[in-house]
C-alpha cells in the first residue's frame, strides 16, 4: 500500500475518472449527449457525469469491434504477440494499482484495502494467466485412416458482448476480457451502471499497452438502454452475462429474438455451508462462515448467505459465528484498516432490511445485527446480521438477498443437511465441514453446486472453474475451460489421395 489514511480522502476528492465510452479507440461522449450521475454509496455524493449510452453507441461500438475484428491485426496476430501485449496491460495495471484501487473502493464503496490486496491484483493476474496460457495451446489431429489428415482448430467467435454486474467490477471484467481478448476476439463490454470507471481506466491502459483500435469498446450505461441492444445486436457472436436470474434469462430471450447467438450466464446464488457435529475445528468454521457471508457486505454472487448446521453444536457454532460478526462491522472503505465497506445504494440496503423484517415475521429468530450501520454520512451500510431457526419455507431461504445476513437451519443429520442445501433453486457454491474425508466426499458428490469446498470457504483461483449449476447458470469463468467458451471448433479435412 503506497497511501496512507488521509491521504486516500484526499486522493478521492481530487479523483477526475474517465467518464465518457470508449469506442474505436477513443474516449467519446454518448451520442445523444447524455450523462447520468454516477454517486459513491461510501457517503451517497457524485463522483462523475459518465456517458449514458444507448443503441446509437452500441452500434458504433459492435461495428468498430466487427472492423477490428475483419482487419485481422488482433484476431490474426501469432498468439505470443497477443501473450506479450496482454502482459503489457497486466503490468500497467500493476502499476496504476493505486488509482485503480481507488475508482473501485469510491464505486461500489468497499474496503480500499480489499481492492489494493484483491481487487486489482487479482485482475491483473488473471490477464496475466490467460497470456501466459494462450502462447501454449495445441489444436488437435482426428484419428481419420491414412488417406485423410482431419484438423482441428480453435477459431475465435468474432465480437463478444461481456455485460458485468457491480459487486466486483475489476474482477469479473477480467474474468470476462482476458479469455475473450487471448483468443483473438474483440469486445464490446457494458459495465454496470454503478460502476463504470475501473472498466473505462483498463480501456485507457489497454490502449497504452498498444492493443488495436476497436479491439476493445467500453459502452457505460443503463440495462434497458445500452445492455438490450447489445444483447439483441445481429453483430454480436455472444453475450457473456454475469449478473441475476432475472436479466440472464432476458439475454437468452434477446438472443433468441435476434440471430441466436450463444449466452453464458453466471448468475446468483444462495449458498450452503454444512456443518457437521464432527467438524475440526469450530473457531475456523466461525470464521469461515462470518466471511464468507459478511466480505464485501454480503454482495458476493457466492456468499455463504445460509449456514445448515448439525444439531448438537447449533447454539454453540451461531454463538461463534455472532461473536466473529462482531469484527466485520462496516467502515469508512477509505480507511486501510476497514474490513467491510457500504451496501451498494439507499434502494438496495432497504430491500435487504425488508428481507430481514419478512424472515422475522416468518418466525426467524435475530441474533444479531439488523439495522442500518452509519460509519460515514450520507452512505448506504448495513450491520451483519444473523437470522436463527429461519424455517425451511421461508423467503431468506430460498431468494437471494445480497447484503450482509445469514439464514441459520438446523439439521437432524447428515443426510437432512444435504436435503437442506439443495432445497433451493440455485446452485452456485457449497461448503462442507466434517472430519470425515468418507462424509466429506460423499457430501460433496451429492451437492448440486459448481463449487463445494470442503473444511474451506472461497478458497480458489484462476485455475480453477467457476460457475454455477441450476438457476446460477452454466457458464464457467476462469481456468483453461473459460477459453472453450471464446471460441469455436473448426475442422479442416485434407484429402491424401
Ligand atoms: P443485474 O442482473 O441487475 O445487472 C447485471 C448487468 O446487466 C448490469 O450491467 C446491468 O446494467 C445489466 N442489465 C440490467 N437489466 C438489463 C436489461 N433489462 N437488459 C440488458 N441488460 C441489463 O445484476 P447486478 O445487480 O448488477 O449484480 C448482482 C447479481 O449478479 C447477483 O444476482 C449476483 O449473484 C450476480 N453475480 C453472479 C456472479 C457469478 O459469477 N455467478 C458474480 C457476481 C455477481
Request: hydrophobic share 45%.
Amino acid at each position: 500500500m503506497t497511501a496512507v489514511a488521509a491521504s486516500w480522502h484526499e486522493l478521492a476528492s481530487a479523483l477526475r475518472p474517465r467518464a465518457q465510452a470508449f469506442i474505436d479507440g477513443a474516449f467519446v461522449p454518448a451520442a445523444s449527449g447524455a450523462t447520468y450521475a454516477d454517486a459513491s454509496p461510501r457517503d451517497g455524493r457524485a463522483i462523475a457525469d459518465v456517458a449514458r449510452c444507448g443503441a446509437e453507441d452500441v452500434e458504433r461500438a459492435v461495428a468498430a469491434g466487427r472492423a477490428a475484428f475483419e482487419a485481422g491485426d488482433w484476431s490474426q496476430a501469432a498468439p505470443r504477440e497477443r501473450r506479450a501485449l496482454l502482459l503489457r496491460l497486466a503490468g500497467l495495471m500493476e502499476e496504476r494499482l493505486d488509482e485503480l484501487a481507488l475508482l473501485e473502493s469510491v464505486d461500489v464503496g468497499k474496503p480500499i484495502g480489499d481492492a489494493l490486496r484483491v481487487d486489482v491484483p487479482n485482475a491483473a493476474a488473471c490477464l496475466r494467466w490467460y497470456a501466459e496460457a494462450v502462447d501454449k495451446l495445441y489444436g488437435e489431429v482426428a484419428p481419420t485412416g491414412r488417406d485423410a489428415l482431419a484438423l482441428v482448430e480453435r477459431e475465435p467467435l468474432g465480437v463478444i458482448g461481456a455485460v458485468v454486474p457491480w459487486n466486483y467490477p475489476l474482477i469479473i471484467t477480467a474474468w470476462k476480457l482476458a479469455p475473450a481478448l487471448a483468443t483473438g476476439n474483440s469486445v464490446v463490454l457494458k459495465p454496470a451502471e454503478q460502476s463504470p470507471l475501473s472498466a473505462l481506466a483498463l480501456a485507457e491502459l489497454a490502449a497504452e499497452a498498444g492493443l488495436p483500435d476497436g479491439v476493445l469498446n467500453v459502452v457505460p450505461g443503463f440495462g434497458p438502454e445500452a445492455g438490450e441492444p447489445l444483447g439483441r445486436h445481429p453483430g454480436v457472436d455472444k453475450i457473456a452475462f454475469t449478473g441475476s436470474v432475472e436479466v440472464g434469462r432476458r439475454f437468452q430471450v434477446y438472443a433468441g429474438e435476434s440471430n441466436g447467438k450463444q449466452v453464458s450466464l453466471e448468475l446468483g446464488g444462495k449458498s450452503p455451508q454444512i456443518v457437521l457435529a464432527d467438524a475440526p475445528d469450530l473457531d475456523a468454521a466461525a470464521s469461515a462462515i462470518a466471511w464468507g457471508i459478511f466480505y464485501n457486505a454480503g454482495q458476493t454472487c457466492h456468499a455463504g448467505s445460509r449456514l445448515v448446521v448439525e444439531r448438537p453444536i447449533r447454539e454453540e457454532l451461531v454463538a461463534r459465528v455472532v461473536a466473529a460478526a462482531a469484527e466485520l462491522e462496516p467502515a469508512d472503505p477509505l480507511d486501510p484498516s476497514a474490513t467491510v465497506g457500504a451496501v451498494i445504494g439507499e434502494a438496495p440496503l432497504e430491500r435487504v432490511l425488508e428481507h430481514v423484517a419478512h424472515a422475522r415475521e416468518q418466525g426467524a429468530v435475530l441474533a444479531c445485527g439488523g439495522a442500518r450501520a452509519d460509519p460515514v454520512p450520507g452512505g448506504s451500510y448495513m450491520a451483519p446480521t444473523v437470522l436463527d431457526a429461519v424455517p425451511p419455507h421461508a423467503a431468506l431461504v430460498h431468494e437471494e438477498v445480497f447484503g450482509p445476513v445469514l439464514a441459520v437451519q438446523e439439521a437432524a443429520d447428515a443426510e437432512d443437511a444435504v436435503r437442506l442445501a439443495n432445497a433451493t433453486e440455485y446452485g452456485l457454491a457449497a461448503a462442507v465441514w466434517t472430519r470425515e474425508v468418507a462424509t466429506a466426499g460423499r457430501v460433496a458428490r451429492q451437492l448440486r453446486a459448481g463449487t463445494v469446498w470442503v473444511n474451506t470457504y472461497d478458497a480458489g483461483d484462476v485455475s480453477t472453474p467457476f460457475g454455477g449449476m441450476k438457476a446460477s447458470g452454466h457458464g464457467r469463468d476462469r481456468s483453461l475451460h473459460a477459453l472453450e467458451h471464446c471460441t469455436q471448433l473448426k475442422t479442416t479435412w485434407i484429402a491424401l489421395t
